[in-house]
């Protein structure tokens, strides 16, 4: 069997073409250019490369990419003014929360305080309700990088078996919904999961987002199946997902690599939801 190892980057090069080429169309139409705020709070080196990555994919497709920073101390209420008054600034086109935020500001209450037209991340309320009913508008950006990778790879989603290990608001419960929109038969694992590999050696297609490196080994997967490894953990020997690759590769069919895969197309989805808000923005009376 070949194994296929998927060129995230290159799928990230498709996605961020066919943005610019919708910026351009949009802009030729309005003449107004995309601008995109980020909330960042407190002073967590570990989004600085994240922050970086998606404001040098922002300049190379021409969207202007501002930061709203607050220390650690902020209360959530003057986030959530400054948020009402993004929300309300016809220059702004789109907003997104740098994660980790503090402890005691609550994720949820920010997302729902984003108007959702304006949210890029699609975790309001009312974009993940919407998604709940197949009205799908802006899909959370690791979800639909999953969803690109499917496509792109051209693997067939309905009446596949699906696991998704992890259960978190930003990757798991969403990407659930949406595979099962597309009539896979998907099953979620967590911590509580009991035997984990009864689960997982019978997916054809396996997603993995637990954050714990190599913890994937040949038992765990099935012959041929498909894997998709969100993770991402650094270690000594540098960044590493959550799948034992040496272990894995002679069983497999393809294999998303850490680094190289989900990330640089989870950037790439944040760009496009960029341009679904601007749109949006443009068109209002079309949310
Ligand atoms: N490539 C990308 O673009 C991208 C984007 C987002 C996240 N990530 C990476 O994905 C990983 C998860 O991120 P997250 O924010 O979703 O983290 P999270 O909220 O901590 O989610 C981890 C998930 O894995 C589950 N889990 C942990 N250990 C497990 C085990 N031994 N067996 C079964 N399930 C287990 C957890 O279950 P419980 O909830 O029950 O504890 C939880 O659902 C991290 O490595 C992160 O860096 C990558």
Same mark, same amino acid.
């Given at each position: ?21 919708e ?10 250019k995309p ?7 407190g002073?967590d080196s570990?989004?600085?490369l ?8 922002c ?15 902020v ?16 220059k ?5 929360i ?5 402890n ?17 991340e ?6 993940l ?9 802006? *899909?959370p950006?690791? @979800?639909?990088? /999953?969803?690109? #990778? ?5 693997? +067939?989603?309905?009446g &596949? ?7 978190s ?29 009864n ?19 040949k038992?765990?997967?099935?012959k ?10 650094k ?8 799948v ?10 393809? *294999?998303?690599?850490? @680094?190289?895969? /989900?990330?640089? #197309? ?5 760009? +496009?939801?960029?341009? &679904? ?10 949310f």
């Amino acid at each position: 069997m070949t194994l296929k190892i998927i060129d995230g980057k290159k799928i990230a090069g498709i996605i961020k073409k066919e943005a610019s080429k919708e910026l351009e169309n949009l802009y030729n139409q309005y003449k107004i250019k995309p601008n995109i705020t980020t909330i960042k709070i407190g002073n967590d080196s570990s989004s600085d490369l994240y922050l970086r990555l998606r404001d040098n994919a922002c300049k190379e497709i021409g969207i202007t990419s501002n930061h709203l920073e607050f220390p650690d101390d902020v209360t959530e209420k003057e986030i959530i003014n400054s948020i009402n008054k993004l929300n309300s600034d016809n220059k702004v086109h789109g907003i997104l929360i740098q994660f980790p935020i503090p402890n005691h500001i609550s994720a949820n209450k920010l997302f729902k305080s984003i108007q959702p037209n304006k949210d890029v991340e699609g975790f309001n309320p009312h974009n993940l309700g919407k998604t709940l009913i197949g009205d799908e508008s802006i *899909i959370p950006c690791t @979800p639909l990088a /999953v969803l690109k #990778i499917l496509e792109y790879e051209k693997e +067939k989603i309905e009446g &596949k078996d699906i696991v998704i290990i992890n259960h978190s608001n930003i990757v798991g419960k969403p990407l659930a919904i949406l595979l099962l929109n597309r009539n896979a038969t998907t099953s979620i694992c967590h911590v509580f999961t009991k035997n984990l590999k009864n689960y997982t050696s019978k997916a054809d297609i396996l997603i993995t987002a637990t954050g714990i490196p190599n913890m994937l080994t040949k038992d765990f997967v099935k012959k041929g199946s498909f894997i998709i490894d969100v993770g991402i953990s650094k270690t000594k020997n540098g960044i590493t997902g959550d799948v034992d690759f040496k272990s894995v590769k002679d069983k497999i069919n393809s *294999i998303t690599p850490v @680094p190289g895969g /989900v990330g640089p #197309i989870t950037v790439a989805c944040a760009i +496009k939801n960029m341009l &679904k808000t601007y749109r949006y923005c443009l068109e209002s009376n079309n949310f």
